[in-house]
């Protein structure tokens, strides 16, 4: 059985940083990239990055590209994300999500790319 535990998140002053970790079990983590969305209080759940299962390919979404990097330690079946210069817009619980691919690209950003989810942790961003 297929679980993505996620720890990390929680309440922090625009500029600040966080960083989530999901640890995965029940299939072979590094035969599969992983990603990671958010979603926002009335908004839609949306792609933030996504890493390769070798970990040497990542993507990002425009709006976090540059402040977030996702990293993966695949011995420890774990992957990352670490955010820097948060903004109040990036307030939203914060989801990983095992791929269906070996790949990150962005062709593969979409929902239906990725099978497994973690539980959600919310992120908070005052200004």
């Known amino acids: 059985q297929v679980h993505l535990v996620q720890s990390g998140g929680g309440l922090v002053q625009a500029g600040g940083s966080l960083t989530l970790s999901c640890v995965a079990s029940g299939y072979t983590f590094s035969n599969y990239a992983m990603g990671w969305f958010r979603q926002a209080p009335g908004k839609e759940r949306e792609f933030v990055a996504s890493i390769s299962y070798t970990g040497n390919m990542d993507y990002y979404s425009e709006s976090v590209k540059g402040r977030f990097i996702v990293s993966r330690d695949n011995g420890k079946n774990t992957v990352h994300l670490q955010m820097d210069n948060l903004k109040p817009e990036d307030t939203a619980v914060y989801y990983c999500?095992?791929?269906?691919?070996?790949?990150?690209?962005?062709?593969?950003?979409?929902?239906?790319?990725?099978?497994?989810w973690g539980q959600g942790t919310q992120v908070t961003v005052s200004s």
């Open positions: 999500a095992s791929s269906t691919s070996k790949y990150a690209s962005e062709r593969m950003t979409a929902e239906r790319y990725f099978g497994f």
